[in-house]
């Protein structure tokens, strides 16, 4: 589709902050309204539209898809997607350790432990670690705990959690980026170490640095879609 309009703006209404291309307002691709409950957020989706070229690129508008995504899919029906995300903590990434080599093992270790004992003792559960991939069901009282932080969450922030679980791999990681507990940076280390280490012992390779890069435009997207809601 080409850019069809001159000016964006936002303006403020009872269903929240909309954005409006010449006095239009937008809508989701569902043709539900784009409102946005927060100021800071409308102004940056505002923003995206207004660097819009001559033809619109949804790959350079991540707030937009984002919330697109909050509007439609999950204020419409929470509960499928609250399970989707909930089911992350049933094989977490923090949790699989490699068997070896020693360097490995503690590096993973140094970065993923605090984070564990962080959940542990933020939701009051009881974490299994092994060593391998073999699957290991966490205890039902995890799972629960884990779940009812997911489902806690509003909308928005359960759209901006959602690529930060998926790429990590890890709901625990994600709930305490959004918690505070950890940054962005952190996070993002510790869910590349098995990575870091296959590249500084295979080498790199383009296809690869190219899937590295998408993905971190994508976790950058959640990270900040999340730092606008405050």
């Given amino acids: 589709m080409k850019r069809f309009w001159k000016d964006v703006s936002v303006a403020a209404g009872p269903d929240g902050h909309a954005i409006t291309l010449d006095g239009r307002p937008v809508r989701t691709p569902g043709r539900l309204p784009l409102a946005l409950p927060h100021p800071a957020l409308a102004l940056a989706i505002a923003d995206e539209w207004r660097a819009v070229g001559e033809e619109i690129d949804p790959r350079a508008m991540p707030l937009t898809g984002l919330a697109n995504v909050a509007i439609e899919r999950i ?27 020693e360097a490995l093992v503690a590096r993973q270790a140094a970065a993923w432990d605090p984070l564990l004992d962080w959940a542990r003792r933020r939701y009051d559960i009881h974490i299994d670690t092994v060593s391998g991939i073999i699957h290991r069901a966490q205890p039902p009282l995890t799972l ?31 709930l305490a980026l959004i918690e505070g507990a950890a940054d962005a940076d952190q996070i993002w280390h510790a869910a590349q170490i098995d990575e870091a280490w296959q590249v500084e012992k295979w080498g790199d390779d383009d296809f690869a640095i190219a899937t590295r890069t998408a993905h971190r435009a994508d976790f950058d997207a959640g990270v900040r879609l999340l730092s606008l809601l405050d």
């Fill in 75 to 101: 204020a419409t029906d929470p509960a499928p997607f609250i399970a989707n995300l909930a089911a992350y903590a049933e094989s977490d990434l923090l949790c699989y350790r490699a068997e070896a080599p």
């Fill in 144 to 174: 629960a705990r884990l779940s009812d932080a997911v489902a806690a969450r509003s909308a928005f922030e359960l759209a901006g959690l959602s690529p930060i679980v998926t790429i990590t791999g890890s709901l625990i990681a994600g």
